[in-house]
């Protein structure tokens, strides 16, 4: 019984942690609209992990980027993942994390490291104390959607 109970308190737990994206962020909310062909406009991320794109312009005039525009990652597991580029910490459209080449993002000011490997965002230094904030993504018919409605 004992088991079972701890069990379901880590479980909830854990869906709090990864499950629910009902934070406040410290990142204003901006709205965020884009679309990636996976096919034609950026091929290396499809089917190929741990690579990154990063949009900090608007592409179309349709496109809509955020507050400091977006990281999309494509994860371990070839699952995509899109977070604004802005510091949590810094809180500033200029001051922007940056990829490695091994799932984390790196804020040149604050020096903070975010963990992007498994979509979560979350820092790993201690500076900060909230995640990357993250947007939805779909991939439907080789096209990405990436959005925060």
């Known amino acids: 019984m004992r088991s079972i109970c701890r069990f379901i308190v880590l479980f909830l737990v854990f869906y709090i942690l990864t499950g629910c ?59 995509f993942h899109a977070f604004d580029l802005a510091c949590p910490y810094e809180v500033k459209t200029d001051v922007r994390v940056e990829p490695d080449s091994v799932g984390h993002a790196i804020c040149p000011v604050c020096g903070e490291v975010y963990d992007i490997s498994l979509g979560t965002g979350v820092p790993t230094k201690g500076i900060c104390k909230e995640p990357l904030k993250r947007y939805r993504t779909r991939l439907m018919n080789n096209v990405l959607y990436i959005d925060n409605d």
Do not use: W
């Not at 990154?52 to 608007?58: A, E, L, W």
């Open 21 to 79: 994206n009902n934070y406040v962020s410290s990142i204003p909310d901006m709205s965020v609209s884009l679309q990636l062909n996976l096919l034609t406009e950026y091929p290396h991320l499809k089917d190929n992990p741990n690579q990154c794109v990063i949009i900090d312009k608007p592409r179309l005039i349709t496109d809509r980027i955020g507050f400091g525009g977006v990281l999309v990652y494509s994860d371990f597991y070839a699952d």
